[in-house]
Antibody, heavy 120, light 110 residues
Framework: QVQLVQSGAEVKKPGASVKVSCKAS????????IYWVRQATGQGLEWMGW????????VSAQKFQGRVTLTKNTSINTAYMELGSLRSEDTAVYFC?????????????WGQGTTVIVSS | QSVLTQPPSASGTPGQRVTISCSGS????????VCWYQQFPGTAPKLLIY???QRPSGVPDRFSGSKSGTSASLAISGLRSEDEAVYYC???????????FGGGTKLTVL
């Protein structure tokens, strides 16, 4: 079945970087953009950016520009989100999602989420 | 703080009809399609409505969406206890070149 499976939870110190993976299966990986969204505990959803798996083109939310790197490896159907210069406010659950043009760019398949804790 | 405004909470009794609003601007709702997502605690969001008023397969027709100008609404009719969740509106935003999210509305079924 169509699914996105993310890497496991991470605990990082302030100033470090974290890299979250998102492995796609059940569909042609290059056909759909991968979106990244995060959610701090008890807070709403916040978009971070997206990557086109075919071209590698990326767009990042202004808030994260310079700190976030979105990449992909089409040979293993996996997208990555790396966030650097971590601070405590980056503690959140990070989701990847598939953006489906047939659904007017709705995010129709989501990963299970990856918890990232930033603590000294 | 989101560029979209949703009421933080909404409530209704079983069987009632509830509406959740989402107010935006010309760069997002005014010019683009709106999606709505449903999220239960501890789980990933689920696409509920796309293209302003379309439902993915499997979403009950109790859920409906609409848009007018720079505002959008999600209506839930025949409210059920299992509808208790947080609902997010999410249009594309041309100025941000991304899909932005409203602050979310927590729906309580009384």
């Amino acid at each position: 079945q169509v699914q996105l499976v993310q890497s496991g939870a991470e605990v990082k110190k302030p100033g470090a970087s974290v890299k979250v993976s998102c492995k796609a299966s059940g569909y042609t990986f290059s056909y759909y953009d991968i979106y990244w969204v995060r959610q701090a505990t008890g807070q709403g959803l916040e978009w971070m950016g997206w990557v086109n798996p075919k071209s590698g083109n990326t767009v990042s939310a202004q808030k994260f520009q310079g700190r976030v790197t979105l990449t992909k490896n089409t040979s293993i159907n996996t997208a990555y989100m790396e966030l650097g210069s971590l601070r405590s406010e980056d503690t959140a659950v990070y989701f990847c999602a598939r953006r489906n043009n047939l659904y007017y760019y709705g995010l129709d398949v989501w990963g299970q989420g990856t918890t990232v804790i930033v603590s000294s | 703080q989101s560029v979209l405004t949703q009421p933080p909470s909404a409530s209704g009794t079983p069987g009632q009809r509830v509406t959740i609003s989402c107010s935006g601007s010309s760069s997002n709702i005014g010019r683009n399609y709106v999606c709505w997502y449903q999220q239960f605690p501890g789980t990933a969001p689920k696409l509920l409505i796309y293209g302003n008023n379309q439902r993915p397969s499997g979403v009950p027709d109790r859920f409906s969406g609409s848009k007018s100008g720079t505002s959008a609404s999600l209506a839930i009719s025949g409210l059920r206890s299992e509808d208790e969740a947080v609902y997010y509106c999410a249009p594309w935003d041309d100025s941000l070149n991304g899909s932005v999210f409203g602050g979310g509305t927590k729906l309580t079924v009384l």
